[in-house]
């Protein structure tokens, strides 16, 4: 006996050394904050000072050092999501991750967003004659300096990662990957074509193609400038969506008050962009001062230039536009599929070969094939099967110039209102909504994006002729045409991804949101009263949709025949009685959310298939189509196209629903309706990379948290709806940031779990409880203020 307890305490104490020296390792990946260290080329001495939220401060003399500082702080904090994003839009995660991401891979270069990025860095970044040169090299410089000489992430050891330098090429790559987080035509157009093609035209009339006619449109003004001075295809992309390990970006809120309708006097902006929730966060936030500037801002891994932010004369923040930027030509090919015709000529398709690395298996080589149009994209792109004629994808990022670098560059350093405008109208892809204020009082909103005009027959969501000619663009808009207002005399700017005004008389077609977010800011912004910072939080973390509330109503009138039915009454009394709130503790958001899920899915998943329906879930189109379809009584839809013995009703499918939703608030929540509550089926987690890797999930996901919001109120806490009763949150604001410019120093905001990628820093997850409670934290500015609450100095060193 004391042999083996001998044994049994030798085994354990090996147990506990493994682990002691297991985690003293983890300590050495630390972030280096506290101490100097050389940066080889630098040009004088640089002060990061960290505050108590781990954001750096970063004081240089030249403006290279300050990049240079950027990019090695930067890459300490956030390597690993830097390597993710890359890969993914390159085509290159299987090289690392092995045999399963080789469709996802496939996917991506079938894009061609590696050939995108290679060409507008060999044409934008080969030089060092601009000053947006010198800096973006400058950050690629300090990213480098710590991939050669720091320790990577713990991430890089696991999965057995390679460092490997930064080249200008991967800032394009991460302007790439963000325009395809954008792009909602990958998803809907060819799920629309299905519609159009195996069930007709009356099936698309539920559905809101079109912009939907309680749409509430942004408007169009022009104000005096102030101044004191198919279905394999379907499945492919959904795949790939679900794997890749960076999340997209899927929407937004912005909105700028004037200085008459502020307490203060000066404008303030607010704005929460909409992101797929990830573990690290996806901004991360610096702050730089050096000679010819002063800003705060939110970067994107491997981006050099704050997308948001604000120097010290003006500020902005961002909103998707959701133009629809993307369209599918149908190919006519000769008979050994090697032309395709286009008017009266035959035209040779274009062929390159992609190698795809994989990690443990050979190396996989495939034909990418193009058109005029752009790649053919059969058998890879979601709902466009192998078979038929190719289908060429035509996508605004691959066929426009893309100065989005130099846009960045020079919205952070604008000094002048037209300066702004100047760096706003360079955007071209992804399409961007654009909050602008300055010192000054400008207030402004610019759609930026580079709009093909497509001729006026053209049903741009569906897909069009390639072989005629007759679909073809007309040439593009100037940006004079693109909808914008400034300092309009209604005192507000917003979007809310909802539709903005007309070009050239025209509303311009996309992707945009319903009515529920946009309608919610005018409403709260329209009212006869002067706003401060605070209020613009309220509004931030409101709640309420109208437009949900009425959706409710129309389904529970439609019930109203059960309401003596024990458990429909229970359905029917909430849904009608409910407000559109969607508080954690209210009952109504899980019968309503339940209810719609059911619906949905009874009803088309017979039609398109549960693939298709997940897919056109994940845009805007059913958003803007829930209430009109339910209120139709005579739908299409409603009838199961696989019986044959009878045609199913409204009625039977929303009778079907209510039931099943009453099994299963039972079953997750208790047999007591006041259990049902909204916080137990509406929960938010931020999944790393490992999220399905135990045991490694507890370790670096952070949550779950019982959180109020949901789909399209403003505290924009989305999810899928899908019918297992429960709805996690998928994405939502990636921050909050409110800024009064009677004092920019006083700037708010908070960041859904922390700075730091790294999960063995204090600034990994510290913000997380603040964000899902609602509160936020300061942008400091101030010299003063920022030396005194520092908790960490770092000096860097030529």
């Given at each position: 006996?004391?042999?083996?307890?001998?044994?049994?305490?030798?085994?354990?104490?090996?147990?506990?050394?493994?682990?002691?020296?297991?985690?003293?390792?983890?300590?050495?990946?630390?972030?280096?904050?506290?101490?100097?260290?050389?940066?080889?080329?630098?040009?004088?001495?640089?002060?990061?000072?960290?505050?108590?939220?781990?954001?750096?401060?970063?004081?240089?003399?030249?403006?290279?050092?300050?990049?240079?500082?950027?990019?090695?702080?930067?890459?300490?904090?956030?390597?690993?999501?830097?390597?993710?994003?890359?890969?993914?839009?390159?085509?290159?995660?299987?090289?690392?991750?092995?045999?399963?991401?080789?469709?996802?891979?496939?996917?991506?270069?079938?894009?061609?967003?590696?050939?995108?990025?290679?060409?507008?860095?060999?044409?934008?970044?080969?030089?060092?004659?601009?000053?947006?040169?010198?800096?973006?090299?400058?950050?690629?410089?300090?990213?480098?300096?710590?991939?050669?000489?720091?320790?990577g992430p713990i991430e890089f050891s696991i999965m057995g990662i390679p460092k490997q330098a930064f080249t200008p090429e991967d800032i394009y790559l991460a302007v790439g990957f963000m325009s395809f987080g954008f792009a909602e035509g990958f998803h809907a157009d060819p799920v629309l074509q299905k519609i159009k093609t195996e069930w007709g035209d009356e099936y698309l009339k539920d559905l809101s193609v079109q912009t939907p006619p309680d749409a509430v449109i942004i408007k169009n003004h022009a104000g005096e400038i102030k101044s004191t001075v198919t279905d394999q295809l379907i499945s492919k992309i959904n795949a790939a969506i679900e794997k890749i390990p960076v999340p997209l970006l899927q929407g937004s809120n912005g909105w700028v008050v004037s200085g008459e309708k502020s307490v203060s006097g000066f404008p303030i902006l607010a704005n929460d962009t909409h992101i797929g929730f990830g573990q690290p966060a996806v901004w991360y936030e610096a702050h730089m001062e050096y000679p010819?500037?002063?800003?705060?801002?939110?970067?994107?891994?491997?981006?050099?230039?704050?997308?948001?932010?604000?120097?010290?004369?003006?500020?902005?923040?961002?909103?998707?536009?959701?133009?629809?930027?993307?369209?599918?030509?149908?190919?006519?090919?000769?008979?050994?599929?090697?032309?395709?015709?286009?008017?009266?000529?035959?035209?040779?398709?274009?062929?390159?070969?992609?190698?795809?690395?994989?990690?443990?298996?050979?190396?996989?080589?495939?034909?990418?094939?193009?058109?005029?149009?752009?790649?053919?994209?059969?058998?890879?792109?979601?709902?466009?099967?192998?078979?038929?004629?190719?289908?060429?994808?035509?996508?605004?990022?691959?066929?426009?110039?893309?100065?989005?670098?130099?846009?960045?560059?020079?919205?952070?350093?604008?000094?002048?209102?037209?300066?702004?405008?100047?760096?706003?109208?360079?955007?071209?892809?992804?399409?961007?909504?654009?909050?602008?204020?300055?010192?000054?009082?400008?207030?402004?909103?610019?759609?930026?994006?580079?709009?093909?005009?497509?001729?006026?027959?053209?049903?741009?969501?569906?897909?069009?002729?390639?072989?005629?000619?007759?679909?073809?663009?007309?040439?593009?808009?100037?940006?004079?045409?693109?909808?914008?207002?400034?300092?309009?005399?209604?005192?507000?700017?917003?979007?809310?991804?909802?539709?903005?005004?007309?070009?050239?008389?025209?509303?311009?077609?996309?992707?945009?949101?319903?009515?529920?977010?946009?309608?919610?800011?005018?409403?709260?912004?329209?009212?006869?009263?002067?706003?401060?910072?605070?209020?613009?939080?309220?509004?931030?973390?409101?709640?309420?949709?109208?437009?949900?509330?009425?959706?409710?109503?129309?389904?529970?009138?439609?019930?109203?025949?059960?309401?003596?039915?024990?458990?429909?009454?229970?359905?029917?009394?909430?849904?009608?009685?409910?407000?559109?709130?969607?508080?954690?503790?209210?009952?109504?958001?899980?019968?309503?959310?339940?209810?719609?899920?059911?619906?949905?899915?009874?009803?088309?998943?017979?039609?398109?298939?549960?693939?298709?329906?997940?897919?056109?879930?994940?845009?805007?189109?059913?958003?803007?189509?829930?209430?009109?379809?339910?209120?139709?009584?005579?739908?299409?839809?409603?009838?199961?196209?696989?019986?044959?013995?009878?045609?199913?009703?409204?009625?039977?499918?929303?009778?079907?629903?209510?039931?099943?939703?009453?099994?299963?608030?039972?079953?997750?929540?208790?047999?007591?309706?006041?259990?049902?509550?909204?916080?137990?089926?509406?929960?938010?987690?931020?999944?790393?990379?490992?999220?399905?890797?135990?045991?490694?999930?507890?370790?670096?996901?952070?949550?779950?948290?019982?959180?109020?919001?949901?789909?399209?109120?403003?505290?924009?806490?989305?999810?899928?709806?899908?019918?297992?009763?429960?709805?996690?949150?998928?994405?939502?604001?990636?921050?909050?940031?409110?800024?009064?410019?009677?004092?920019?120093?006083?700037?708010?905001?908070?960041?859904?779990?922390?700075?730091?990628?790294?999960?063995?820093?204090?600034?990994?997850?510290?913000?997380?409880?603040?964000?899902?409670?609602?509160?936020?934290?300061?942008?400091?500015?101030?010299?003063?203020?920022?030396?005194?609450?520092?908790?960490?100095?770092?000096?860097?060193?030529?």
């Amino acid at each position: 006996m004391k042999i083996i307890k001998r044994i049994i305490i030798a085994f354990l104490l090996l147990g506990l050394l493994i682990v002691i020296a297991a985690y003293l390792y983890l300590l050495t990946t630390k972030p280096t904050l506290d101490g100097s260290l050389q940066l080889p080329g630098l040009k004088a001495e640089v002060e990061v000072l960290y505050d108590e939220w781990g954001i750096p401060h970063i004081y240089a003399q030249h403006e290279e050092d300050a990049y240079y500082a950027l990019g090695y702080v930067h890459a300490q904090d956030r390597l690993f999501q830097m390597e993710m994003l890359r890969r993914a839009a390159s085509g290159r995660l299987a090289e690392v991750l092995g045999p399963d991401l080789v469709e996802v891979d496939k996917f991506f270069r079938t894009l061609g967003i590696n050939h995108f990025a290679k060409e507008h860095a060999t044409k934008f970044l080969s030089g060092d004659t601009a000053a947006y040169q010198r800096a973006a090299h400058a950050y690629q410089k300090g990213v480098n300096h710590f991939v050669y000489t720091g320790r990577g992430p713990i991430e890089f050891s696991i999965m057995g990662i390679p460092k490997q330098a930064f080249t200008p090429e991967d800032i394009y790559l991460a302007v790439g990957f963000m325009s395809f987080g954008f792009a909602e035509g990958f998803h809907a157009d060819p799920v629309l074509q299905k519609i159009k093609t195996e069930w007709g035209d009356e099936y698309l009339k539920d559905l809101s193609v079109q912009t939907p006619p309680d749409a509430v449109i942004i408007k169009n003004h022009a104000g005096e400038i102030k101044s004191t001075v198919t279905d394999q295809l379907i499945s492919k992309i959904n795949a790939a969506i679900e794997k890749i390990p960076v999340p997209l970006l899927q929407g937004s809120n912005g909105w700028v008050v004037s200085g008459e309708k502020s307490v203060s006097g000066f404008p303030i902006l607010a704005n929460d962009t909409h992101i797929g929730f990830g573990q690290p966060a996806v901004w991360y936030e610096a702050h730089m001062e050096y000679p010819s500037n002063s800003f705060y801002g939110h970067h994107l891994a491997g981006i050099p230039f704050g997308l948001l932010g604000n120097n010290r004369y003006c500020g902005f923040g961002l909103t998707m536009f959701e133009n629809d930027d993307v369209d599918f030509f149908v190919e006519l090919p000769n008979e050994d599929s090697t032309a395709v015709k286009f008017q009266d000529s035959w035209e040779l398709l274009q062929t390159r070969t992609e190698v795809i690395k994989v990690s443990g298996a050979d190396d996989i080589h495939f034909p990418v094939k193009s058109s005029r149009h752009g790649s053919i994209i059969n058998g890879i792109v979601e709902n466009v099967g192998e078979a038929g004629n190719p289908i060429a994808l035509a996508w605004q990022l691959l066929l426009v110039e893309n100065m989005a670098v130099q846009a960045a560059y020079q919205l952070n350093h604008a000094s002048t209102f037209a300066e702004a405008r100047e760096a706003v109208s360079k955007f071209s892809a992804p399409g961007l909504n654009v909050m602008y204020a300055d010192t000054d009082g400008n207030i402004a909103w610019w759609a930026a994006a580079k709009l093909p005009v497509r001729p006026p027959h053209v049903q741009s969501k569906l897909f069009l002729d390639g072989a005629s000619g007759n679909d073809e663009y007309q040439g593009y808009y100037d940006f004079s045409k693109n909808p914008q207002a400034v300092n309009p005399p209604w005192g507000f700017v917003y979007s809310a991804n909802n539709q903005p005004d007309t070009v050239d008389g025209i509303l311009y077609p996309g992707y945009y949101y319903p009515k529920s977010r946009a309608g919610r800011i005018y409403e709260l912004l329209s009212a006869e009263k002067k706003f401060s910072g605070d209020n613009m939080k309220t509004i931030q973390l409101d709640v309420t949709s109208h437009q949900h509330a009425e959706t409710a109503r129309i389904i529970a009138e439609a019930l109203n025949a059960y309401a003596d039915d024990a458990d429909l009454a229970v359905i029917v009394r909430e849904l009608k009685n409910w407000t559109g709130e969607h508080s954690k503790t209210l009952i109504a958001p899980s019968i309503y959310y339940n209810m719609l899920s059911q619906i949905t899915y009874r009803s088309m998943q017979d039609e398109i298939g549960v693939t298709a329906l997940k897919s056109l879930h994940g845009t805007s189109v059913p958003k803007n189509s829930y209430h009109t379809f339910i209120a139709n009584a005579s739908s299409p839809w409603w009838d199961d196209v696989r019986t044959t013995d009878k045609k199913e009703s409204r009625e039977d499918i929303l009778v079907e629903s209510a039931r099943e939703t009453v099994r299963l608030l039972k079953k997750i929540c208790g047999n007591k309706p006041e259990q049902w509550t909204w916080g137990k089926l509406h929960t938010l987690t931020h999944p790393h990379a490992f999220k399905d890797v135990k045991p490694l999930n507890k370790f670096f996901n952070v949550g779950p948290f019982a959180v109020d919001g949901g789909n399209e109120v403003l505290n924009n806490l989305l999810f899928s709806l899908d019918t297992t009763g429960y709805f996690p949150v998928q994405g939502g604001p990636a921050l909050r940031k409110v800024t009064d410019f009677a004092n920019l120093e006083q700037g708010e905001t908070v960041s859904p779990t922390g700075q730091s990628g790294n999960v063995m820093s204090a600034y990994y997850d510290d913000q997380a409880e603040k964000y899902a409670t609602g509160q936020y934290r300061k942008m400091m500015m101030n010299r003063e203020e920022i030396v005194d609450r520092k908790k960490h100095k770092l000096i860097l060193k030529p």
